[in-house]
């Protein structure tokens, strides 16, 4: 069973950076997509960025590029989340979700973007609190 686990959440202020991990376990699978997705209180869940691991290409929603930065640890068996110039609003849950049977392709934003109906396992979020 496959099992995703998020960490590095906490407070950070305003223009500082953090780095989220997602751990992923119980997979026999070598290529898959992950994706890093957050939820304010109140508003929807949105696409940051995926991954497709056994391709070094990324996606990222437009808001983000720039900014954020998906990777991949293959010794870590994690997928990584580094996250420069914070601002208040990006103050979210942090959450981290893989599909094994998402194609390269759509992984990568080809016929259309990665969304969070497309991911059916999560792991349980980290939230991330940036202050003023």
């Known amino acids: 069973r496959v099992q995703l686990v998020e960490s590095g959440g906490g407070t950070v202020e305003a223009g500082g950076s953090r780095k989220l991990s997602c751990v992923v376990s119980?997979?026999?699978?070598?290529?898959?997509?992950v994706g890093w997705f957050r939820q304010v209180l109140g508003k929807e869940r949105e696409t940051v960025a995926a991954?497709?691991?056994?391709?070094?290409?990324?996606y990222y929603t437009d808001s983000f590029k720039g900014r954020f930065t998906i990777s991949q640890d293959k010794a870590k068996n994690s997928v990584d989340l580094q996250m420069n110039s914070l601002k208040p609003d990006d103050t979210a849950m942090y959450y981290c979700?893989?599909?094994?049977?998402?194609?390269?392709?759509?992984?990568?934003?080809?016929?259309?973007?990665?969304?969070?109906?497309?991911?059916?396992?999560w792991g349980q979020g980290t939230q991330v609190t940036v202050s003023s």
């Open positions: 119980g997979s026999t699978e070598t290529s898959y997509c």
């Open positions: 979700a893989a599909n094994m049977h998402l194609s390269f392709f759509d992984c990568s934003g080809g016929y259309s973007d990665p969304e969070p109906p497309d991911f059916r396992i």
């Open positions: 991954i497709y691991t056994s391709q070094p290409d990324t």
